[in-house]
């Protein structure tokens, strides 16, 4: 593939009115713009517009060797702008900030124009229309750069201490990474012991150690290190400041205590789902217990070597999978996602039962099944062993009926095309899943953002796992989702790398598209203010008068300030009036 | 078929050669990528459909949707954040009461307010995006060309004074 292709060029230099010097580079993308758009014709109808002093066509604008062509063209035209008409900023605004930055523009005054997935991948089926589109489109990313200024991204320096708050497995594992960058650590605890739910766990796979084992040998390490502090019985009462020095306080039973953290990692875990009075016999009869339940049972009955429930023998029990999970969307408050590690917890337990007396019958009842992973020996062994599996159809879930002390399941098996099956036995065990903490106050706080399913949500799933929107504030573990132990560990390590990167470079810069103030026309209502959920407005003053003012580091450039003005006195860098007026203008007329 | 009512400002255009322009808001890290995923799965809606993305719905100024109509666009479309907005929790209220007041302000201005549409348009909602702009489109079509506006050197409410200046090279009066 040809990376250097660039086709003809025009220079137009001229002085301009507007005094700007505008370099444009309109993309073939090899031919995912150029097969629809003419792209030689829309460099023709832009050629000649007031203040471009480059315009030319390239055949991959993100090639190293056009953006050498960019760079060089910035230096010798002395751009003071530039419009890149290429693929979606997604992709590669940030090329070409950089680009511009290494030219030695600077990046803010770079305008990216998507010519490629909203214009001629969107309209393949009308060349002639995605052409005239592409025109409005660069004249309006021209009109846009013609009015950028300068910007600098706003550097604030960086507390070098985190703040973690859940002692779990996810947050105990985060302290001892941080301590050994050299990074103080805060642990907030809010039960009056650290560890966990994983602390109550059973014999773990696959090295079969309990989870109080794996607990303990965490808080070891953690009490041989002098810069990780842990409170417990504690909650984060107060945060003030942002990224790189938020002002923290904790209250415990005793006092209450003010920390500056750079960084804040929530680490504060799951709840199990709680099946409501009479779901597949619950609360109805004792013989119906949830899984957590019943792992505290067979953790207790390993060394006795009998598994007894109510003073009996088991000799038979079942387990009805996805209880809690999956539920159908039209269900109230529905947990409609799958806890993904039930299934393995599940299979697991079976196994240990074996152990303890192979000669109980147990039958799985399943929706469907998922061993993922190592697991999936575990699902071979349990079969091996006796376990049975029996499927059942999502809208024809077992049915659960006390009769004579002992329980009564009929089901309907899938596998043997539909065979309705009666199951008598000791014990049912309902596997339920993962759900989200209450968690108000700490929500209400910090401003997590929350999603569709009532977990903690990561910017991006798979390009920024465990950073939130909140500047300088991670998330680990089962707190933004279900997760089993070992990718609990894994995000908060995650979790633990991204806050280290924060705070040992000992600065953060921040983007300087925020909102600003005009001065002359604030009269300082308060709405703005009010508007503004990161606290970012405050009354500050010039001169005698009140005014509007923006802090800089709590701003996020959302921008939703700026309509509540009634003086009209708040805009968004990037996103002035006469930005985006300029790029209506430029987008309703009609090239001829 | 349609009455012929708005010929004077319509020129010679047909209703069927009548081919409405949008100007569509989006949102930079919500329906912005919902719109991409339309193009990247080759969904086609008119061209005549153009988009500007800005960081959030509820930074949406109403005096930018009449500066839209008054420049020609015969309809605006905001692609809301809805409950997916990154910044605001409260997004979908916000933007709904921005698009009441530019409709308001529209209407003030001799504008249809059924020239302002909103829908929530999420990250990866490309087929109800396409859907809407489809519907828009023929909404658009049925209410005709928007008119010019009736009193000259109309300039948006509370004035921009830096307003750039016009492209004379680009507009060749028709």
């Known amino acids: 593939m040809s990376h250097n292709n660039h086709f003809p060029t025009t220079n137009n230099v001229s002085g301009s009115p507007s005094g700007r010097r505008i370099g444009v580079y309109i993309c073939y993308c090899g031919g995912n713009i150029s097969d629809y758009v003419d792209v030689e014709k829309v460099r023709e109808a832009i050629a000649s517009t007031e203040g471009v002093v480059v315009a030319k066509t390239t055949m991959f604008a993100c090639s190293d060797a056009a953006q050498q062509e960019i760079i060089e063209d910035i230096q010798e035209y002395q751009l003071d702008g530039l419009v890149v008409a290429s693929c979606s900023p997604k992709l590669h605004l940030f090329t070409f900030r950089g680009a511009a930055e290494r030219a030695g523009l600077n990046p803010y005054q770079y305008v990216q124009v998507n010519l490629r997935e909203q214009d001629s991948w969107a309209h393949t089926d009308d060349p002639q229309g995605a052409t005239e589109k592409a025109i409005k489109l660069v004249a309006a990313g021209i009109a846009k750069a013609k009015l950028t200024r300068p910007l600098k991204p706003y550097r604030l320096e960086t507390v070098k201490r985190t703040l973690i708050i859940g002692a779990g497995i996810a947050g105990l594992r985060a302290a001892l990474a941080l301590a050994d960058l050299g990074i103080e650590v805060i642990i907030v605890e809010k039960e009056s012991q650290a560890g966990g739910w994983v602390n109550k766990f059973a014999s773990l796979y696959p090295h079969k150690k309990n989870g109080q084992q794996l607990i303990s040998s965490l808080l070891y390490e953690l009490y041989q290190r002098e810069n990780i502090t842990l409170y417990t019985g504690a909650q984060v009462v107060e945060k003030k400041g942002c990224v790189g020095d938020f002002e923290i306080k904790i209250k415990t039973s005793q006092e209450t205590v003010t920390h500056n953290v750079g960084a804040i990692i929530v680490a504060t875990g799951f709840e199990n789902y709680q099946p409501h009075q009479g779901e597949f016999g619950y609360g109805q009869t004792s013989a119906v217990i949830t899984l957590p339940e019943f792992k505290t049972l067979v953790e207790s009955s390993r060394e006795k070597g009998t598994l007894e429930f109510n003073g009996r023998p088991i000799q038979s029990l079942a387990y009805i999978y996805c209880v809690g999970s999956r539920q159908p969307a039209a269900e109230e408050n529905a947990h409609t996602y799958c806890s993904r590690f039930c299934c393995n917890a599940a299979v697991h337990t079976a196994l240990l039962v074996t152990e303890i007396n192979s000669s109980i019958h147990q039958f799985h009842l399943y929706r469907d099944i998922r061993t993922y992973g190592k697991f999936e020996t575990l699902y071979e062994d349990a079969c091996r062993q006796g376990s049975v599996f029996i499927r059942f159809a999502e809208n024809e879930p077992p049915q659960v009926i006390p009769e004579n002390g002992q329980l009564k399941i009929k089901v309907k098996d899938l596998l043997t095309a539909g065979e309705e099956l009666e199951l008598a036995t000791d014990l049912i065990v309902l596997v339920t899943g993962m759900v989200p903490r209450e968690n108000s106050e700490l929500v209400n706080l910090l401003k997590l953002p929350i999603g569709k399913d009532g977990f903690f949500n990561e910017i991006h799933p798979k390009l920024r796992p465990v950073e939130t929107v909140i500047d300088g504030v991670f998330i680990a573990g089962t707190a933004q989702g279900p997760k089993n132990s070992a990718e609990s560990t894994a995000s908060s390590l995650a979790a633990a790398a991204k806050a280290a990167a924060l705070l040992i470079k000992g600065y953060v810069e921040l983007e300087p598209l925020i909102a600003f103030v005009d001065v002359e026309r604030c009269q300082w209502c308060g709405l703005c203010a009010e508007a503004c959920p990161y606290e970012a407005i405050t009354k500050g003053s010039l001169g005698e008068r009140e005014i509007a003012e923006i802090n800089r580091a709590l701003c996020k450039g959302c921008g939703g300030c700026v309509p509540v003005c009634p003086q009209d006195a708040l805009h968004l860098e990037g996103y002035t009036d006469e930005q985006v007026q300029a790029m209506i203008e430029a987008l309703a007329t009609e090239s001829s | ?174």
């Not at chain 2, 020129?11 to 193009?39: C, H, M, W, Y």
């Not at chain 2, 530019?102 to 909103?118: D, I, T």
């Not at chain 2, 300039?155 to 307003?163: D, F, G, I, V």
């Open chain 2, 1 to 174: 078929m349609a009455s012929h009512n708005r010929d004077q400002n319509s020129q010679s255009r047909t209703q069927e050669d009548f081919r409405p322009k949008i100007l569509v808001f989006s949102t930079n890290s919500i329906s912005d990528p919902g719109i991409d995923l339309a193009g990247s799965s080759h969904l086609h809606y008119p061209p005549t459909v153009v988009v500007l993305p800005i960081p959030c719905s509820s930074g949406l100024k109403p005096k930018w949707i009449l500066y839209a109509l008054q420049k020609g666009f015969d309809g605006v479309f905001i692609a809301a954040d809805g409950t997916d907005c990154p910044y605001l929790p409260d997004c979908t209220d916000r933007t709904a009461q921005i698009a009441t007041a530019a409709q308001q302000l529209v209407e003030e201005h001799g504008f249809e307010p059924a020239r302002v549409k909103m829908a929530a348009i999420c990250s990866v909602c490309a087929e109800p995006f396409v859907n809407h702009m489809k519907a828009f489109y023929e909404t658009l079509q049925s209410l005709g060309p928007v008119k010019k506006e009736s009193s000259p050197g109309e300039t948006p409410p509370s004035s921009a004074p830096n307003s750039p200046p016009a492209k004379s090279k680009n507009n060749k009066g028709k």
